[in-house]
Nanobody, 132 residues
């Protein structure tokens, strides 16, 4: 099981970015698998902000609800995080992660370390910087 994340960059406040997370070694529609997006501020742990489950259900943290949209393309086995109306406080390193031991409702808001027992695999971090 591996994840490949990409799409970060520098954007002005109010702008948009789209992050991608391509999975290999399993299918996104495999039973009970979920893909979550986490973000990490400097000196802090990783916190789940959005998630999509194997059956297409989605969850969002209040801090991103209405601005971020998670989606997937089954054919490409890829999950996207469309981030609109970006704010300086969205500046962080973003990670995608997969698990089949907890639900999306648990992923959102979960504070996880790089060796979390709840996460089967992490994508590499991608830095998002929002300038004011």
């Amino acid at each position: 099981v591996q994840l490949q994340a990409s799409g970060g960059g520098l954007v002005q406040a109010g702008g948009s970015l789209r992050l991608s997370c391509t999975a290999s070694g399993f299918r996104l529609t495999s039973a009970y698998y979920v893909i979550g997006w986490f973000r990490q501020y400097p000196g802090k742990g990783r916190e789940g902000i959005s998630c999509i489950s194997f059956d297409g259900n989605t969850n969002y943290a209040d801090s991103v609800k209405g601005r971020f949209t998670i989606s997937r393309t089954n054919a490409e086995n890829t999950v996207y995080l469309q981030m609109n109306s970006l704010k300086p406080e969205d500046t962080a390193t973003y990670y995608c992660a997969t698990t089949n031991v907890i639900s999306c409702a648990v992923v959102v808001g979960l504070r996880a370390s790089a060796d979390s027992e709840y996460v089967e695999a992490w994508g590499q971090g991608t830095l998002v910087t929002v300038s004011s």
